[in-house]
């Protein structure tokens, strides 16, 4: 079982923070998630998207502090409860994880908050990590006109895409330094989101490792300073 669900459990049962705790509908399957609301109560939806550890306590706060920036943020959990910081078994979960079934509980999150009587408007934005940063942009490129903003942090599509309903904006942040990801690759990748989709795609490069974000540091790779710097810039570019 995940820290994080272990965690949600034990505060459900007390009623300490079980607002938080919430399952939506994905076909025939119920999918656990975790909401975070801002402090006015409402405010524009935004999906956040797990890296390959799973849903995490890290990915919950990041959930938070965009709450606290006014955003009605949800975090689906696509690997049903599970979690690690092993990257071995990492790697496994990602590989046992079908695109197909990640792409429409995905899109089961976008619906459970365009339901949300919290969420402003009706479109929400995305933002993922990792394996996140690449379903951010399956998710835009197949939901269309329902994804206002697209932001994904060092990950690309395992298959390719075809962008041509596209209808997000995008903000990118990759790491000059990421042993896992070629920065001609992300290059490519943004060149095909213009060209197919004619939006705008703006990709920012930091002088840090892959992951670089995550203050958990499973990886090292921890950079405060440029993880300070991405947030701002997907703070800024969110609102907008």
Known sequence: MSDLTEELRAKAVTGEDSEHNV????????????LALPPAGSGPGLIVIQEWWGLTTHIADLARRFAQEGFVAFAPDLFGG?????????????????????????AGAVDFLLDNPAVQGDSVSAVGFCMGGGFVLVLAAQQGERIAKAVPFYGLPRVPQDYSDLRADVLGHYALDDAWLDRTDVDAVAQQIRDESGRDVRIEFYPAGHAFVNDENPLGTYDKEQADLAWQRTVEFLRS
């Open 23 to 34: 399952t939506f509908p994905s076909g025939a399957r119920e999918v656990h998630g975790y």
């Open 82 to 106: 599970r979690t690690t910081h092993d990257s071995a078994e990492a790697a496994g979960l990602l590989e046992a994880l079908p695109v197909e079934r990640a792409a429409a509980d995905l």
